[in-house]
């Protein structure tokens, strides 16, 4: 009986947080924010340059504005390169790739990391060879230099970000 007793009074003792209308995850998210385990998604910055293996992204700011260029390198003379723009809403990112009309997605980006979703409108596959596709990439953080990101180039040879 003791041991019921004790074992009521240590889960309830456990609802402690929840009245207050924060849940468990929220507050440990909330902590690790604040001890810079995890970045704060209201503070990420995009702008920067990106790469894993051969595809490369780069996202600069230029007159208020986000610019971004892409290219996909799927091996031979398959891949995909595109311009366009972006607006940032913490870690959503709004693109909107410039040639095809309706080419307009949200990407996601954790501070270290930027990811295009598994399925792009079918305006998107302007932009690449057959069967090539812009859907899925994910693209590390290389830096946030703006020189860096201004000197990227595509597999072509040309600036992704650098020129218009």
């Given at each position: 009986?003791?041991?019921?007793?004790?074992?009521?009074?240590?889960?309830?003792?456990?609802?402690?947080?929840?009245?207050?209308?924060?849940?468990?995850?929220?507050?440990?998210?909330?902590?690790?924010?604040?001890?810079?385990?995890?970045?704060?998604?209201?503070?990420?910055?995009?702008?920067?340059?990106?790469?894993?293996?051969?595809?490369?992204?780069?996202?600069?700011?230029?007159?208020?504005?986000?610019?971004?260029?892409?290219?996909?390198?799927?091996?031979?003379?398959?891949?995909?390169?595109?311009?366009?723009?972006?607006?940032q809403d913490g870690e959503d990112i709004d693109i909107m790739l410039e040639g095809a009309d309706g080419c307009r997605f949200t990407a996601r980006f954790d501070g270290a990391k930027l990811a295009f979703p598994g399925r792009l409108p079918?305006?998107?596959?302007?932009?690449?060879?057959?069967?090539?596709?812009?859907?899925?990439?994910?693209?590390?953080?290389?830096?946030?230099?703006?020189?860096?990101?201004?000197?990227?180039?595509?597999?072509?040879?040309?600036?992704?970000?650098?020129?218009?």
């Open positions: 009986m003791r041991i019921a007793t004790a074992a009521l009074l240590l889960l309830a003792a456990c609802d402690g947080g929840i009245a207050s209308g924060e849940s468990a995850g929220e507050r440990l998210e909330e902590a690790a924010i604040a001890r810079g385990v995890i970045p704060d998604p209201e503070s990420l910055d995009v702008a920067g340059a990106y790469g894993r293996g051969a595809d490369s992204l780069c996202v600069i700011e230029r007159d208020g504005d986000l610019r971004l260029g892409v290219d996909v390198a799927y091996g031979g003379d398959l891949g995909c390169t595109a311009r366009g723009t972006a607006r079918a305006s998107c596959a302007a932009f690449c060879d057959a069967p090539a596709s812009l859907a899925g990439m994910t693209v590390d953080r290389l830096s946030d230099a703006a020189s860096e990101v201004r000197a990227m180039r595509g597999q072509q040879g040309g600036l992704l970000c650098g020129g218009d």
